[in-house]
């Protein structure tokens, strides 16, 4: 590949991301990528080549969104009350997921184990010292686990993006899973 390969290349992946992110933002995880190779002036092909699923493409959106996560939480560890702190990342993370379109789909695919770099193992890695903390101070119980956290904050996003107002729900359901619930007596 020549140098002036390499340079259309870079600006391919630099457009098509850019249109990506813009229409992932509008659409949410089922955005065209036939509109995003469309708008970028690129073919499918391209986009394909560039991102060969729609994961790869949904996680090359949302990898600002999940640094941002992974800084917030390194920023939280070792301060204040573990199970406050842990619960403060969590209601961090429903927020980002519930505004970011797409993040939860994001999140909600397994790692890939050949790159080990996917959005769920960040976010999982990220929470993972802070959920260990709270573990130790008893706060949470020992068999919890980063992926199920994770997993049901995906969840909450996803059954709540419909509602009129899909953060106050979220927020509401992070609540009533962090409160547990209690049956009739």
Same mark, same amino acid.
């Given at each position: 590949?020549?140098?002036?390969?390499?340079?259309?290349?870079? !600006?391919? @992946?630099? !457009?098509?991301?850019?249109?990506?992110? %813009?229409?992932?933002?509008? @659409?949410?995880? #089922?955005?065209?990528?036939?509109?995003?190779?469309? &708008?970028?002036?690129?073919?499918?092909?391209? /986009?394909?080549?560039?991102?060969?699923? %729609?994961?790869?493409?949904?996680?090359?959106?949302?990898?600002?969104?999940?640094?941002?996560?992974?800084?917030?939480?390194?920023?939280?560890? #070792?301060?204040?009350?573990?199970?406050?702190?842990?619960?403060?990342?969590?209601?961090?993370?429903?927020?980002? $997921?519930?505004?970011?379109?797409?993040?939860?789909?994001?999140?909600?695919?397994?790692?890939? +184990?050949?790159?080990?770099?996917? $959005?769920?193992?960040?976010?999982?890695?990220? /929470?993972?010292?802070?959920?260990?903390?709270?573990?130790? *101070? #008893?706060?949470? +119980?020992?068999?919890?686990?980063? &992926?199920?956290?994770?997993?049901? &904050?995906?969840?909450?996003?996803?059954?709540?993006?419909? @509602? !009129? *107002? +899909?953060?106050?729900?979220?927020? %509401?359901?992070?609540? &009533?899973? /962090?409160?547990?619930?209690? +049956?009739? %007596?």
């Amino acid at each position: 590949m020549t140098e002036s390969q390499r340079a259309d290349a870079r !600006r391919n @992946h630099g !457009r098509i991301l850019a249109v990506a992110e %813009r229409e992932v933002a509008e @659409h949410g995880a #089922g955005a065209s990528l036939e509109q995003i190779a469309r &708008v970028a002036g690129v073919g499918s092909a391209t /986009v394909r080549r560039h991102f060969p699923t %729609r994961q790869a493409l949904l996680e090359a959106v949302s990898h600002q969104r999940v640094e941002a996560l992974r800084e917030r939480a390194h920023e939280l560890t #070792g301060s204040g009350d573990s199970r406050d702190v842990l619960l403060t990342w969590l209601a961090d993370l429903t927020a980002y $997921c519930v505004t970011a379109r797409g993040l939860a789909t994001a999140l909600s695919y397994e790692a890939d +184990p050949v790159q080990g770099n996917s $959005c769920a193992t960040i976010v999982g890695e990220a /929470v993972e010292p802070l959920l260990r903390r709270a573990i130790g *101070d #008893g706060a949470v +119980p020992a068999d919890v686990t980063s &992926v199920e956290l994770v997993t049901l &904050v995906v969840g909450i996003a996803m059954a709540t993006e419909q @509602h !009129r *107002d +899909p953060a106050a729900a979220a927020e %509401r359901l992070l609540a &009533v899973a /962090v409160a547990g619930i209690s +049956p009739i %007596r």
